[in-house]
Nanobody, 126 residues
Framework: QVQLVESGGGLVQAGGSLRLSCAAS????????MGWFRQAPGKGREFVAV????????NYADSVKGRFTISRDNAKNTVYLQMNSLKPEDTAVYYC???????????????????WGQGTQVTVSS
């Protein structure tokens, strides 16, 4: 089993920044690619970003491209999400997820991930 714990959420004004962290423990050797998803009130969970196990390749949702940056430190078993130029529509619970090494474009699908954190709230005020 793998356990994921997110931190770093909070309340920020529009235009501000936050950095989310996700620490993995347990059978971390089984973790491949890692992603961030979010779920706004009354909406479904949506893909935000993914980073490959090597850290050399990333993908982003169009809504966050150019504002968010995903990174990982494999020595610390931690993945980060740097969020800049935040907008009120970024308000959501943000979830970290761990999956296999993706061989295709299924990295944006919830079902592709085996492990999930409990989520951290991000609120952006206008």
């Amino acid at each position: 089993q793998v356990q994921l714990v997110e931190s770093g959420g909070g309340l920020v004004q529009a235009g501000g920044s936050l950095r989310l962290s996700c620490a993995a423990s347990g059978r971390t050797f089984s973790i491949g690619d890692m992603g961030w998803f979010r779920q706004a009130p009354g909406k479904g969970r949506e893909f935000v970003a993914v980073i490959r196990r090597s850290g050399g390749s990333t993908n982003y949702a169009d809504s966050v491209k150019g504002r968010f940056t995903i990174s990982r430190d494999n020595a610390k078993n931690t993945v980060y999400l740097q969020m800049n130029s935040l907008k009120p529509e970024d308000t959501a619970v943000y979830y970290c997820a761990a999956g296999p090494v993706f061989r295709d474009s299924t990295y944006d699908a919830i079902r592709s991930y085996s492990y999930w954190g409990q989520g951290t709230q991000v609120t952006v005020s206008s």
